[in-house]
């Protein structure tokens, strides 16, 4: 049996950038915070934690006054940075250069046309989406999906933006669905302007991870089931290869999975780390005892 990680799969540079100055900024005799968890991956998360690294919510934010915190790859709202300056809290600030950006055009764009409509389509209460609400002052909306796109009401004109991790596809298909009904309205397409801010270390991963899946006879998909880009990923892997088993960890391997098999790929979502997906090959390697 032949165990191939996927060489695309792994964290991408915004986490990767956010971890890293986790591990530079923790240390034995003093506590690191960070709001919420740094990474939407527990086995990580648990790893920084060892490292001292704290995750920390708003509510905890008077209770660590002068202490130094991060503020994670989604980014926060200007009403954070507000509250940690107000608690004297020192921020090391990791947003993703391609939130901090997306952030600065919807605030761009909210100040120059505040009375027209800011639609984000995104996972309502991510950090990320509240980020970016942050920035039009809370008046920004939020579908999640393509069915609330349909009662958006067309009157105003519409900017419509994205999360940076959301389903690919579904946007595309609000798009064209706004831009139909733009025309059929009006005659033509000025009351809408729909930016393409999915990111692109997501968008260049579907083609990879489909050409990925299909190449293997049966694929194991690992992140945490909170993650929303891993859950993006998955339906792409399932799309792809019916013999697709999501798992969060090397426990939840089952041995029945492989009768028959010649090829397993490990995939993982942005936000999970390769040594766990070393650690599953492991584990695969074992349960089967394959000989290395
Ligand atoms: S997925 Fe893209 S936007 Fe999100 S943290 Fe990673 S690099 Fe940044």
């Known amino acids: 049996m032949k165990i191939e990680i996927d060489k695309y799969a792994g ?19 003093s506590k690191i915070y960070c709001l919420g ?20 919510s708003y509510e905890d934010i008077p209770g660590i006054k002068g202490s130094k915190l991060i503020i994670r790859a989604h980014g926060e709202p200007p009403e954070t940075y507000k509250l940690l300056k107000a608690n004297d809290i020192e921020i090391i600030d990791e947003t993703c250069p391609v939130v901090l950006n997306l952030q600065k055009k919807i605030r761009k764009i909210y100040l120059e046309n505040k009375s027209f409509q800011i639609i984000i ?8 989406v509240n980020g ?15 069915s609330e796109a ?24 609000i798009e064209n669905y ?14 809408i302007k729909v930016y393409h801010t999915i990111c692109p270390s997501v968008i260049k ?36 290869n019916d013999k697709s088993y999501f798992i969060t960890q090397p426990d939840e391997l089952n041995k029945d999975w492989f009768n028959g098999i010649e090829n ?15 650690k599953i090959k492991n584990e695969i390697e074992k349960l089967l005892t394959i000989k290395k």
């Open 264 to 278: 397993v790929g490990i995939s993982g979502a942005t936000s999970t780390p390769l040594w766990l997906m070393e």
């Open 121 to 128: 389509f995104g996972k309502k209460g991510h950090a990320e």
């Open 132 to 146: 970016l609400i942050g920035q039009t002052d809370g008046n920004a909306k939020v579908i999640s999906s393509f």
């Open 205 to 240: 991963r579907i083609p990879r991870l489909e050409e990925f899946c299909l190449r293997q006879d049966l694929v194991i998909f690992v992140s945490d089931f909170n993650s929303s880009n891993g859950k993006m990923l998955y339906e792409i892997c399932k799309r792809s």
């Open 11 to 29: 964290f991408c540079f915004g986490v990767t950038k956010a971890i890293k100055a986790a591990e530079k900024n923790t240390s034995s005799d």
């Open 150 to 173: 349909v009662n958006i009401d067309m009157s105003e004109p519409v900017f419509l933006f994205s999360q940076t991790t959301s389903n690919f596809d579904e946007y595309k298909k």
């Open 178 to 191: 706004l831009m139909n009904r733009s025309f059929e309205i009006f005659g033509n397409y000025d009351n």
């Open 37 to 56: 968890k740094i990474v939407h991956n527990s086995m990580e998360e648990k790893r920084l934690q060892e490292l001292g690294l704290e995750a920390v």
